[in-house]
């Protein structure tokens, strides 16, 4: 994609977007189905105004990396350690449970054995994204809520990855056991190397520079976007390593003022992600695994819920919260798609069961945002007593 097919491509998105959004607005809907709209619209599916929905989605990659960044900079070293010990537990067994329906339902549906391993993998996890997209600000910093489902969609990155590793042993014909005690080593480094760096590289020159506005904005870009490459380089996930880069400055009193900053940087490459989802997929397709799909979504938007709630309830969460919690991470993971992609192209399973995993995912985004966004506080509410940021 050339400069100019660049550029005419974000005019479209961003006018197209403030237009859609407009209509939402006044329709009372939600804004993210409103960019996943777009993307359907004009994307190469659609209209095909904007031919390729490749470098958008990698562009669009950056916001989830800021937005990781950013709750990072809200959470404290310790609590974020004993929300993680709590959260441990809830996250394995409620994975096992996903994925045993997952594998069931698809089965049942008449697809391999192979394929509905895979497929079941792929449900186990919900979206970072739009779950911590949809969580009110104040609840991040007040509540013990927000911390809670950072720690359960934490520790669900770390067993995608464990999954995507997986996927590439078996695509490759052999488990290299070398690959998993790499992932298993990277993250206490990338801990200690952050906090190596941050107390005699990085606070130092803020505290030198303070002054200058413009430098601790690029400062804290290169920080996060640093850490976040090398999070990937050591076969973690960007998004991890934003996390850490956001969490090892956030007991510095500039934490606040670069959350501050970044949050409309943030909600640029937002737009794009949310656009992207739209694009990439052939609604054409849609009806050949319509039935399983629209089962699976509302399978697992019912399932989620009850489940989040038994576990948590067992850790002496209240039922309110536990609820809460649920009906937040009710949608299927943007780990999921990857999942199926990968899973596609080392021709582990059909583009049938690529599809369905696609499909489910986009049905639960809609339909999980329409439910924490007319029940529940949160940013985008369209009624005012739901509304909170």
């Known amino acids: 994609m050339h400069e100019g097919t660049l550029v005419f491509s974000f005019f479209l998105i961003f006018t197209g977007a403030a237009l859609f959004a407009t209509i939402a607005l006044f329709t009372r809907q939600p804004l993210l189905i409103a ?3 777009l993307g359907a619209v004009i994307g190469p599916f659609g209209t095909g105004w904007i031919e390729t929905s490749e470098s958008i989605s990698q562009i669009s990659q950056i916001g989830i990396i800021f937005l990781l960044f950013l709750i990072g900079l809200d959470m404290q070293p310790v609590n974020l350690l004993h929300t993680l010990k709590k959260a441990v537990t809830v996250a394995l067994a409620s994975s096992i449970i996903f994925a045993a329906c997952g594998f069931a339902a698809t089965y049942m549906f008449g697809f391999s054995t192979t394929e509905s391993l895979i497929v079941g ?28 489902m950072v720690g359960l969609l934490l520790l669900q990155d770390m067993i995608a990855i464990i999954v995507l590793l997986g996927l590439g042993g078996v695509s490759k014909g052999n488990q290299d056991v070398f690959d998993y005690l790499i992932t298993l080593i990277s993250l206490p480094l990338l801990i200690a190397g952050a906090w190596l760096i941050v107390r005699f590289i990085f606070l130092p020159l803020l505290q030198k520079f303070d002054r200058f506005q413009e430098y601790i904005f690029l400062l804290s870009i290169g920080w996060c976007l640093g850490l976040a490459s090398a999070s990937e380089a050591v076969g973690l996930s960007s998004e991890i390593g934003a996390f850490v880069a956001g969490v090892s400055i956030a007991s510095s009193p500039i934490s606040l003022y670069i959350a501050s900053s970044l949050k409309p940087l943030r909600d640029f490459f937002l737009i794009l992600f949310f656009f992207s989802i739209g694009a990439s997929f052939d609604f054409s397709l849609l009806s050949d695994v319509i039935i399983p799909a629209m089962t699976l979504a509302l399978l697992y938007l019912g399932l989620k819920p009850v489940a989040f709630r038994l576990l948590l309830g067992k850790q002496s969460e209240s039922s309110k919260l536990a609820w809460d919690v649920g009906f937040r991470l009710g949608q299927n993971s943007e780990f999921s798609i990857l999942i199926a992609y990968i899973a596609t192209t080392s021709l582990l399973i059909g583009e049938k069961a690529s599809l369905l995993v696609q499909a489910t995912a986009i049905i639960t985004f809609a339909l999980s ?3 924490v966004i007319f029940n529940f506080p949160n940013p985008i509410a369209v009624k005012e007593s739901l509304r909170r940021d």
């Not at 969580?135 to 991040?140: D, E, G, I, Q």
């Open 369 to 371: 945002s329409y439910i």
């Open 121 to 148: 993998l792929a449900m186990m996890f919900s979206s970072t994204i739009i779950g911590i997209k949809l969580l009110p600000t104040t609840v991040l910093h007040h509540r013990h809520t927000g911390e809670l």
């Open 35 to 37: 960019y996943i709209v």
